[in-house]
């Protein structure tokens, strides 16, 4: 994992505590007494989430920190990939590959499906995938495409 600077470990922070809080929460996580994750109790590790917020959030370490691996893994795949002249060409890259697979070992404890986002369909490990990157008119998502579905979606009708 990439050792992040304190300004964008800050930014990670923001993207977790915006996008990454479940829609429901229980009546302890939102008087920021339980994590809005695993709904454990909130101690002296806990992490707050963006203070700002109008009611207190609260996230576990491990709840936190897995989330945290996630984007970090993530983001390094996705600079690596629009860095590379192997990628960029629809080639195999040893480390663009091996990227993909420590963030792929991050997806399981924050249940992030792991499906292309143009097709959808499941992406196998055998695959050529993309970490993708789009921004909507109410959120950013992060995530991934098959790039033979990339390739048709920027080929011209």
């Not at 829609?23 to 700002?52: I, Q």
């Not at 959030?57 to 993530?74: D, F, K, N, Q």
């Not at 070992?105 to 292309?116: K, S």
Request: hydrophobic share 40%; with cysteine; charged share 20%.
């Amino acid at each position: 994992m990439t050792v992040q600077i304190a300004e964008e470990l800050a930014r990670l922070h923001r993207l977790i505590s915006l996008y990454d809080v479940p829609l429901r929460l229980t009546s302890a996580a939102t008087a920021g007494e339980a994590c809005v994750w695993c709904g454990r109790a909130a101690d002296a590790t806990t992490v707050e989430l963006e203070p700002s917020a109008s009611l207190p959030r609260e996230g576990c370490m491990p709840c936190y920190l897995a989330r945290l691996t996630w984007y970090v893994t993530w983001y390094d795949w996705h600079d690596h990939f629009h860095g590379c002249a192997f990628c960029q060409q629809r080639h195999t890259c040893h480390v663009g590959h091996g990227r993909r697979i420590l963030h792929e070992q991050t997806v399981g404890p924050i249940d992030v499906r792991d499906e292309c986002a143009i097709c959808p369909a499941p992406l196998r490990p055998t695959e050529l995938v993309a970490p993708l990157l789009w921004e909507g008119t109410s959120r950013m998502h992060l995530g991934y495409a098959h790039l033979r579905c990339l390739a048709r979606k920027a080929a011209p009708q």
